[in-house]
């Protein structure tokens, strides 16, 4: 199926390893040109030079909580193609930790990284996507904000927020032909995963793939999934076939959460 993804130009944010990295890889396979960014140098260069080989990627370092650093980072993409089609949010990690474990000041840094800085890249991106005519913008968002639980209390505040923050940008661009979406992962083999602990864990002291035939039980499917799985949804809500999907989030998990809505 071909998505019409050729010659449009993406960000993605977090896209230097892990489900950033294969989001990155798959629309370069779609022949978009695609810039990526990431905080640490030296993981910037080893992804741009295994993307290099697949298609048009540029690269930049960037502080997704710095406002400065995302008007750069939009700017650069905007110098280096010649415009801005599709930003894929997905910078951001997992705040593990009970009340008594996780400060207000440790909140506060992830929702600006998770909140705050998406917010600052459709402020920067939306004029450019207007001016093109439309365009996607896409949250990758973690399943403590629809599924809370013990221990993930600051990422379930955080992700509810961004889920809300969707919604409501959904209904702010759709006029404009801006399609705002979320893609939900859980249970996804990831750097962010490795040294993961979950509460059911069977084993302690475990690697993950020690574990994984304890935590996969829970998992419909029987298994965790590949951040390919992730990409292949970003891949499909950026496309022109889910040309009428708009202020959605799309579970990408094997059946592992369990919710109705």
Request: glycine share 14%.
């Amino acid at each position: 199926m071909d998505l019409g993804l050729k010659d449009k130009i993406a960000i993605v944010t977090g896209g230097t390893s892990g489900i950033g990295l294969a989001i990155s890889r798959r629309l370069l396979g779609e022949g978009a040109r695609v810039l990526i960014c990431g905080r640490e140098k030296p993981k910037l260069d080893q992804a741009l030079k295994e993307l290099s080989a697949l298609g048009e990627v540029s690269g930049t370092t960037a502080h997704v909580d710095d406002p400065a650093d995302v008007a750069r980072m939009v700017g650069t993409a905007v110098e280096v193609f010649g415009g801005l089609d599709i930003v894929v949010s997905n910078a951001g990690t997992h705040l593990r930790g009970s009340l008594d474990e996780v400060s207000s000041e440790d909140v506060a840094a992830h929702f600006r990284t998770k909140v705050l800085g998406p917010w600052e890249l459709a402020r920067c991106a939306a004029p450019i996507m207007r001016e093109r005519g439309g365009g996607r913008f896409i949250l990758v968002i973690g399943q403590a904000g629809k599924v809370p639980g013990r221990q993930v209390l600051g990422s379930t505040v955080v992700n509810a927020a961004q889920h809300a923050f969707v919604k409501s940008l959904s209904d702010d661009l759709g006029r404009y032909g801006i399609l705002v979406n979320a893609v939900c992962p859980s249970r996804i083999e990831s750097p962010l995963t490795a040294d993961l602990v979950i509460d059911e864990e069977q084993y302690l002291g475990r690697s993950l793939e020690q574990q994984q035939t304890g935590w996969g039980a829970t998992v419909p499917l029987g298994r965790w999934g590949k951040p390919e799985d992730i990409a292949d949804a970003v891949a499909f809500m950026a496309s022109e076939r889910a040309g009428y999907i708009v202020g959605a989030n799309i579970d990408v998990d094997g059946g592992h959460q369990r919710m109705i809505f």
